[in-house]
């Protein structure tokens, strides 16, 4: 048994560094996440190299949940980090309970990445899609409240 155990430990790590890995293949970095203003403010462009590399590998831990979403085009993600995208639910919204998907009126669905609940009473709600200062999308509906998402589809 004990033996049985130390394999899917084994095989749950290999799995998570993989995933990690992979994700940090494609991660942009910070530096070109944030703008010059945003840089500066933080003290982001007074880090080492290795201080950024540092910083780069744990914003990639933290967002593993989001990898598909930063293969999204260039310009997007500049939109959406910029303003954000002002769309609406469709049909009738009670709020989020752990993994609700959001079905949007541009077309686009997004999927819930945090953990909480929301009751609520709405129908097709004005919503924003932004990203946060780790890069991570969130979705905050108008007057309401807000929680991190993915997105699954185009």
């Known amino acids: 048994m004990k033996l049985k155990t130390q394999w899917s430990l084994t095989i749950l790590s290999l799995i998570f560094f993989t995933s990690i890995s992979l994700a940090s293949r494609d991660f942009p970095g910070i530096e070109k996440l944030m703008?010059?203003?945003?840089q500066s403010?933080?003290?982001v462009?007074?880090?080492?190299?290795?201080?950024?590399?540092?910083?780069?590998?744990?914003l990639i831990r933290?967002?593993?949940?989001?990898?598909?979403?930063?293969q999204i085009?260039?310009?997007e993600v500049k939109q959406v980090a910029k303003q954000g995208i002002t769309t609406r639910i469709l049909g009738?919204?009670?709020?989020?309970t752990g993994k609700t998907v959001f079905a949007?009126?541009?077309?686009q669905i997004w999927q819930q990445r945090r953990r909480g609940r929301w009751k609520t009473s709405l129908v097709n709600p004005e919503v924003v899609l932004s990203r946060n200062f780790t890069?991570?999308?969130?979705?905050?509906?108008?007057?309401?409240?807000?929680?991190?998402?993915?997105?699954?589809?185009?």
């Open 35 to 38: 703008t010059e203003e945003e």
């Open 41 to 43: 403010i933080s003290g």
């Open 45 to 58: 462009n007074s880090l080492s190299g290795e201080q950024l590399q540092a910083l780069n590998q744990w």
């Open 62 to 70: 933290y967002t593993a949940n989001d990898a598909p979403t930063l």
């Open 73 to 75: 085009e260039n310009s």
């Open 92 to 96: 009738e919204f009670s709020g989020w």
């Open 104 to 107: 949007l009126e541009n077309g």
């Open 135 to 154: 890069g991570a999308y969130e979705l905050s509906v108008v007057g309401g409240k807000t929680t991190g998402v993915k997105r699954i589809s185009p």
